[in-house]
């Protein structure tokens, strides 16, 4: 008993005497609510045959906290509001970053960190000057001002971005403008091409990591590195972002890291569950790599996950049955829009020639369709009627914010979410909860139903 005792209170001594904080990873996985979440656990689950989840990183750390997201504007958060409240703490109309409501500057809590003489690392899956990163170093009143977000990107200092490249490298209304990628390196950027590159350039005294190709042509804007389900080998993965910002930033002793998982939201404006389900388990893999780090730093380390907003209004249950069929999301070996490109692609080829036996091999081949997942006669009524409307030239395009959705890949992806039984209710955010989760110095203080502005007061308090 006694022995237990002193082992007791061994524990709480050890549970109570955290260090200094040192080390700060923010992680925001853009779009991706509660359901997002739990449809990646229960999608595993079915996969092993069973009902229930298999939990990820994120939703085994101890602490959890839900957060509302509503922007000063609208109920309905864009990410340029959500990133500056979650940047700032501050409250801002849709499409500004990094200004208040009346186009005041706000300071995010890499710039006031950073001033304070912490090495600061932001990365993200998609551009490196989209709104999520760009809430913690830019200052507009409207986020598509890209060249401008980017030009201040230089300015910061900071010591290591990633992601892809530059969504508008160039000045569009300027054409003697300095390119971004020549400004970065007249700033002391060091860029690194893919992730071999950068093990090489761990020693730069300011580090950017890019895709590859973002090394051959300067001028061509950068959107985003692929999506998880459509990854081949060499594509540079939020993974290995986060290893090779974690090894460089390391030696520096401490520092603030923001982690975005960007595409969870690409994937629920193209209501594209498959997809999304991949984008949630590849941000939590990242997730996995840092809390490595905080198992050998835990006194000194504290972890903050949570999202943006919710994108899509995912639902998991559709058309009144009490079925829940994720695991016929196994069959779908490619994103909507690679399979938007792949249409395109055969009817570039064939024109009204295109048979809709072609049509019917790649569903087969990339959805699974007929020999894993039956097509009722409904559904293949519709994609046939998609696939006339394609070679007659009168198919109808769908315009989601990030993705072109043809009429044909539409209805496919459509029948691929009813027969997995996930709905969608926009094609744009909504204003549901998001999850907040930490591990750290300082966790507990994440508990609870709060405000997104609170989340960064909440971190700064550990200072
Ligand atoms: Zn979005």
Same mark, same amino acid.
């Given at each position: 008993m006694k022995k237990l005792i002193l082992f007791l209170s061994a524990i709480s001594i050890a549970l109570s005497s955290y260090g200094e904080l040192k080390y700060v990873f923010y992680m925001i996985g853009d779009g991706m609510g509660s359901n997002e979440v739990l449809a990646a656990e229960m999608y595993q689950a079915e996969l092993q045959g069973r009902i229930g989840r298999v939990p990820l990183t994120m939703t085994s750390f101890p602490v959890f906290g839900m957060a509302t997201t509503y922007s000063a504007s609208n109920g309905i958060t864009d990410s340029a509001a959500a990133g500056t409240a979650l940047a700032t703490g501050k409250k801002t109309n #849709? /499409?500004? %970053?990094?200004? &208040? +409501? &009346?186009?005041i500057s706000v300071t995010s809590i890499a710039e006031d960190w950073h001033l304070k003489g912490w090495p600061v690392a932001i990365m993200t899956s998609v551009a490196i000057d989209h709104a999520t990163p760009g809430a913690f170093y830019a200052h507009v009143d409207n986020r598509s001002r890209y060249y401008e977000i980017g030009t201040q990107l230089a300015a910061t200092g900071y010591e290591f971005f990633g992601g892809a /490249?530059?969504? +508008?490298?160039? #000045?569009q209304k300027d054409s003697n403008a300095v390119n971004l990628y020549d400004l970065c390196e007249q700033s002391g950027y060091t860029f690194a091409h893919g992730y071999a590159d950068a093990q090489n350039k761990l020693g730069a005294e300011k580090l950017i990591l890019v895709q590859a190709e973002d090394g051959i042509d300067k001028q061509q804007p950068s959107e985003s590195i692929p999506y998880a389900i459509d990854r081949k080998g060499g594509d540079l993965t939020l993974s290995q972002i986060v290893e090779t910002a974690i090894s460089y930033m390391a030696p520096k002793g401490k520092f603030f890291m923001m982690i975005e998982g960007g595409k969870i939201d690409y994937a629920g404006h193209s209501r594209d569950a498959a997809t999304n389900i991949q984008e949630v388990l590849d941000f939590d893999q990242a997730i996995q790599i840092v809390y490595q780090f905080y198992l050998a730093h835990a006194d000194e380390t504290l972890i903050v996950v949570t999202a943006d907003h919710e994108t899509g209004g995912m639902a998991l249950g559709h058309g009144g049955k009490y079925i829940l069929n994720l695991q016929a999301l196994q069959h779908q070996q490619i994103s909507s829009w690679e399979l938007n490109t792949q249409i395109a692609d055969l009817y570039k080829q064939?024109? *009204? *020639? %295109? +048979?809709w036996e072609q049509v019917h091999a790649l569903l087969q081949e990339q959805l699974g369709f007929y020999s894993h997942i039956e097509i009722n006669a409904k559904n293949e009524a519709r994609l046939y009627s998609a696939y006339k409307h394609l070679i007659r030239g009168k198919q109808k395009t769908e315009k989601t914010l990030y993705n072109d959705i043809s009429e044909l890949g539409g209805e496919a992806i459509h029948i691929m979410n009813k027969i997995a039984r996930v709905g969608w209710t926009s094609s744009g955010h909504t204003a549901a909860n998001v999850p907040v989760f930490a591990i750290g110095v300082g966790a507990e203080r994440f508990t609870g139903w709060y405000d997104n502005t609170e989340i960064v007061e909440k971190i700064k308090a550990g200072l």
């Open positions: #849709n /499409g500004c %970053l990094g200004v &208040d +409501k &009346d186009s /490249g530059f969504h +508008k490298p160039t #000045n064939y024109g *009204r *020639r %295109l +048979k």
